[in-house]
């Protein structure tokens, strides 16, 4: 199976430094480094406060068109930082592809960290808070700027049962046992329950702004503080339970009332939804863990189904 993430457009150092330092010239004198790379996007550092993205995916260069369109609308109606887009790449012979750079968020994303549980008690109410704000933006003039629908059906319990059932070998598998540290046992209660809790649709008129991706690799943390959100390439009109999931992804259950008072009013049937969101996100993470060797992937997946109660 080819990973889904795996890169079909090549984007590499030396190319993003020429992109940059060509169409950005007052930022030619300024160094650059990698500073990630993601699912859709490779990351880089210049001066050491502009983060540019460029796509490394075909899917992924509608992706950055849409946080160009979106976030700096958004932006000040939100209590956390999130990046804007402030330089607008366009695409040339060399990288025909829009690219962008915004004014790093100081601090580490969650999965860098160990967090504990007063650590993660923590995060419940400026996380609640934050959605709370996100999701009672009008998406009405978003939409007029190209907010999409779920193009991708996240919530389609027979499409994530399938990519589930395609990744069980190797979650169920020895190597997974060891390098997650999450038992086969684990793995088979966590698709069981996912086979027997479909998510719950809901009206069109209940759709808001989400973030579509939100879980510890996009909160970033400047020590004990929530200091942002980044990487907006999924945000659509959607259900809110695909927001809300990080409460199951990164609080214990003992946080989850002051993350709902936080964020408002949230019915059973959405919080449910919230922890199949939750729970399929978290075995899609070990996956890539194994198959990438990215720790920091296998460290939050094995710790979200801990908190989940799966383990």
Not at 52 to 63: G, I, M, S, T
């Given at each position: 199976?080819?990973?889904?993430?795996?890169?079909?457009?090549?984007?590499?150092?030396?190319?993003?430094m020429?992109?940059?330092?060509t169409?950005?010239?007052?930022?030619a004198?300024?160094?650059?480094?990698?500073?990630?790379?993601?699912?859709?996007?490779?990351?880089?550092?210049v001066?050491?406060?502009?983060?540019?993205?460029?796509?490394?995916?075909?899917?992924?260069?509608?992706?950055?068109?849409?946080?160009?369109?979106?976030?700096?609308?958004i932006?000040?109606?939100?209590?956390?930082?999130?990046?804007?887009?402030?330089?607008?790449?366009?695409?040339?012979?060399?990288?025909p592809?829009?690219?962008?750079?915004?004014?790093?968020?100081?601090?580490?994303?969650?999965?860098?960290?160990?967090?504990?549980?007063?650590?993660?008690?923590?995060?419940?109410?400026?996380?609640?808070?934050?959605?709370?704000?996100?999701?009672?933006i009008?998406?009405?003039?978003?939409?007029?700027?190209?907010?999409?629908?779920?193009?991708?059906?996240?919530?389609?319990?027979?499409?994530?049962?399938?990519?589930?059932?395609?990744?069980?070998?190797?979650?169920?598998?020895?190597?997974?046992?060891?390098?997650?540290?999450?038992?086969?046992?684990?793995?088979?209660?966590?698709?069981?329950?996912?086979?027997?809790?479909?998510?719950?649709?809901?009206?069109?008129?209940?759709?808001?702004?989400?973030?579509?991706?939100?879980?510890?690799?996009?909160?970033?943390?400047?020590?004990?503080?929530?200091?942002?959100?980044?990487?907006?390439?999924?945000?659509?009109?959607?259900?809110?339970?695909?927001?809300?999931a990080?409460?199951?992804?990164?609080?214990?259950?003992?946080?989850?009332?002051?993350?709902?008072?936080?964020?408002?009013?949230?019915?059973?049937?959405?919080?449910?939804?919230?922890?199949?969101?939750?729970?399929?996100?978290?075995?899609?993470?070990?996956?890539?863990?194994?198959?990438?060797?990215?720790?920091?992937?296998?460290?939050i997946?094995?710790?979200?189904?801990?908190?989940?109660?799966?383990?």
């Open positions: 199976m080819v990973p889904q993430w795996a890169a079909n457009i090549a984007i590499d150092l030396d190319l993003a020429t992109l940059v330092h169409q950005f010239p007052a930022l004198r300024e160094a650059i480094v990698p500073f990630g790379v993601g699912w859709d996007n490779a990351a880089y550092l001066g050491e406060r502009v983060v540019f993205r460029f796509p490394r995916r075909r899917v992924a260069r509608r992706l950055i068109e849409r946080e160009i369109a979106i976030l700096p609308v932006a000040p109606a939100l209590p956390l930082a999130i990046p804007v887009p402030s330089y607008i790449g366009v695409a040339s012979d060399s990288y592809h829009a690219f962008a750079g915004y004014e790093r968020i100081a601090g580490e994303t969650a999965c860098a960290r160990d967090l504990d549980n007063d650590a993660r008690v923590a995060l419940a109410e400026p996380l609640g808070a934050f959605l709370r704000a996100l999701h009672a009008d998406p009405a003039p978003l939409v007029a700027r190209g907010l999409p629908h779920d193009e991708i059906r996240r919530l389609d319990h027979t499409r994530r049962m399938l990519l589930v059932r395609e990744r069980e070998p190797l979650l169920r598998s020895p190597e997974s046992a060891v390098r997650t540290g999450v038992a086969t046992a684990t793995i088979a209660r966590t698709i069981d329950w996912l086979e027997a809790h479909p998510p719950t649709s809901i009206a069109d008129a209940a759709r808001r702004c989400v973030h579509g991706d939100l879980y510890a690799r996009h909160v970033v943390l400047d020590g004990a503080r929530v200091a942002g959100i980044i990487d907006w390439g999924d945000v659509h009109l959607g259900n809110p339970a695909i927001d809300l990080i409460a199951h992804l990164m609080l214990p259950t003992s946080a989850h009332a002051a993350f709902r008072a936080a964020y408002g009013s949230i019915d059973d049937d959405t919080w449910e939804t919230a922890r199949f969101r939750a729970a399929y996100h978290a075995l899609i993470e070990l996956d890539y863990g194994i198959r990438e060797d990215d720790v920091g992937m296998r460290r997946g094995a710790a979200a189904l801990s908190l989940m109660g799966f383990a």
